[in-house]
Structures are given as C-alpha cells and as structure tokens.
C-alpha cells in the first residue's frame, strides 16, 4: 500500500495541535482527520480517534505494522515542513 496523496487541511501556529491532515493511499482509500503534534520532545502524528464510553480516546484507524506507522509519520510530517515552507514563502 502507496501513500498517493497528503493534504494539509489546517495548520496551527500556537498550541500542540499543528496540523490536521488528510492521507490517501493507493488512490483509493482516504484517512482524514490525521494531526500533526507537538510533543515534549518532537512532533508526532496521532490517528484519528474517538472518545469511547468510558472516556478513554481509542483510534479509528490506524497502521498494523511498525513499518508502515513509520512510513506514513514520515510522509505526512515531511509534507508538514513543506506546508510551512511555503506559508513562509
């Protein structure tokens, strides 16, 4: 599976939240509502989730696998630097 498209929807200047992003892969599968945020240490992608009935966030999506996680974090974070290049620019 391709990561064939990464849209930017939203970027944040102040607070954690930086970003929310939409993935599609293979040209056929989109993942919306993917964040972009800022750790104590760096930034990090968090799938989308929802708040279970017992208060606690579950993800709706997410990667199986180590090496796709890594793969998607760095497509959209590298995409992410980019988005804030040109908003410089």
Known sequence: MQ???IK???LLDS???RAVVSVTFDGVFAVHDIKVVQGERRL???MP???DEGGTFRDVVHPI???FRHMTEQA???SYKNALG???S
């Open 3 to 5: 990561i064939t498209e």
């Open 8 to 10: 930017i929807r939203k």
């Open 15 to 17: 607070g954690r939240l």
């Open 44 to 46: 990090f992608v968090a």
């Open 49 to 51: 989730s929802r708040r």
């Open 65 to 67: 696998n180590a090496q």
């Open 76 to 78: 959209v974070l590298e």
């Open 86 to 88: 040109e908003k410089s």
